[in-house]
């Protein structure tokens, strides 16, 4: 779950153990313990934790009818939909298999999986920023926070808890 309140979070590694170099990520789909659990019915694996500019990329993956707060984003988001349906509910558009989108920063939308969705969603979506998440959807004010640095803490923790390495999630940060 996102944080609610401002803090200091940084990536925790020193400058000499942090890799500017290429890399891949492998995502496993199977194996359900690397899915790090985010919102009721949506969990997410992380590609790439970017600390320069608090961005982060994941493959997000949402049950039939599982939803995300309404939220906006500070910086532009790209997402690719590789399974299932799925909508923002402020928008008359759904994305299935091969839907490629782009969000301008600062519009407010409410990510749904839709309840007709035939498996679970799998979305590969690159934030660049945080988002704000807000406590209701039409002149929401401040709910919640979350960005690279918060993703990669709930990913510590979570692989921590799940007695997974979590030294693996130091390779993603860029």
């Known amino acids: 779950m996102p944080i ?12 000499n153990q942090r890799s500017r170099d290429h890399f891949i990520a492998n995502i496993n789909m199977e194996d359900d313990r690397r899915w790090v659990p985010y919102a009721e019915g949506v969990w997410f694996q992380p ?9 982060f990329t994941v493959v997000l993956k949402g049950l039939p009818g599982a939803k995300l707060g309404t939220h ?14 799925w909508r923002y509910l402020e928008h008359d558009w759904i994305a299935k298999p091969g839907t490629f989108i782009y969000e301008p920063a600062g519009e407010a939308h409410t990510l749904v999986i839709t309840d007709d969705s035939p498996e679970a969603a799998l979305i590969f979506f690159v934030v660049e920023g945080g988002l704000i998440y807000l406590d209701k959807a039409v002149n929401g004010g401040f709910a919640a926070f979350e960005d690279g640095f918060t993703a990669l803490e709930l990913s510590r923790k979570y692989y921590r808890e799940a007695g997974l390495d979590a030294r693996e999630l130091d390779l993603l940060v860029r």
């Open 4 to 15: 609610n309140a401002f803090n200091s979070f940084n990536d925790g590694l020193n400058p």
């Open 47 to 55: 590609c790439c934790f970017n600390v320069t500019s608090g961005g």
């Open 72 to 85: 906006y984003h500070v910086g532009t988001v790209r997402g690719y939909t590789m399974r299932g349906h």
